[in-house]
T-cell receptor
Framework: AQKITQTQPGMFVQEKEAVTLDCTYD???????LFWYKQPSSGEMIFLIY??????QNATEGRYSLNFQKARKSANLVISASQLGDSAMYFC?????????????FGTGTRLKVLA | NAGVTQTPKFQVLKTGQSMTLQCAQD?????MSWYRQDPGMGLRLIHY???????DQGEVPNGYNVSRSTTEDFPLRLLSAAPSQTSVYFC????????????FGPGTRLLVL
């Protein structure tokens, strides 16, 4: 069964430093998508970045990049130059598409605290 | 565009009561979905729809019904509320089921006593 694992319940990072949030996944589907979402304390879910299973290059969006290692089934989020506003919960998610189904699986999240 | 809207924002129910959580989007999105978020468990997919008239079950569908009569609306019905359904419910939508970005609504906080 498909699964997303985020092993870091909480992380601290100093302002302006880079931080990596880990995500591993398990699927037998050759076609899938990997996502990262941010959930601030206000509760909304904010899309950050996407990586398709067939994409050759790692995805980047501003200060966010996704370190995609397909053989290891990992999709780590890298945030460069951390800001205080980056303090939030971060969720890794996977979408599988097979046999006409389109289901998303979310990890349990990592709470990031940026220190001034 | 209002994006994805959800009503109500907060609801208290007694065990056994039924209710409908409303979700609407004005972006002409085909794919819509419902999630519940419980502490320490991330988001879990309840039901989803790839277009009007087409719905399918997610990871935790028991106790919930959905229908999709229009592109814009995707209501979630709790048939007989139980304390285990106390959660925050999110609706989300995207242009298609394989689109990169899902847009989430603000959430509905449900308390079942």
């Amino acid at each position: 069964a498909q699964k997303i694992t985020q092993t870091q319940p909480g992380m601290f990072v100093q302002e302006k430093e880079a931080v990596t949030l880990d995500c591993t996944y398990d699927t037998s589907d050759p076609s899938y998508g990997l996502f990262w979402y941010k959930q601030p304390s206000s509760g909304e879910m904010i899309f950050l970045i996407y990586q398709g299973s067939y994409d050759q290059q790692n995805a980047t969006e501003g200060r966010y990049s996704l370190n995609f290692q397909k053989a290891r089934k990992s999709a780590n989020l890298v945030i460069s130059a951390s800001q205080l506003g980056d303090s939030a919960m971060y969720f890794c998610a996977m979408r599988e598409t097979h046999s006409g189904t389109y289901k998303y699986i979310f990890g349990t999240g990592t709470r990031l605290k940026v220190l001034a | 565009n209002a994006g994805v809207t959800q009503t109500p924002k907060f609801q208290v129910l007694k065990t056994g009561q039924s209710m409908t959580l409303q979700c609407a989007q004005d972006m002409n999105h085909e794919y819509m979905s419902w999630y519940r978020q419980d502490p320490g468990m991330g988001l879990r997919l309840i039901h989803y729809s790839v277009g009007a008239g087409i719905t399918d079950q997610g990871e935790v569908p028991n106790g919930y019904n959905v229908s999709r009569s229009t592109t814009e609306d995707f209501p979630l019905r709790l048939l007989s509320a139980a304390p285990s359904q106390t959660s925050v419910y999110f609706c989300a939508s995207s242009y298609g089921p394989t689109q990169e970005t899902q847009y989430f609504g603000p959430g509905t906080r449900l308390l079942v006593l």
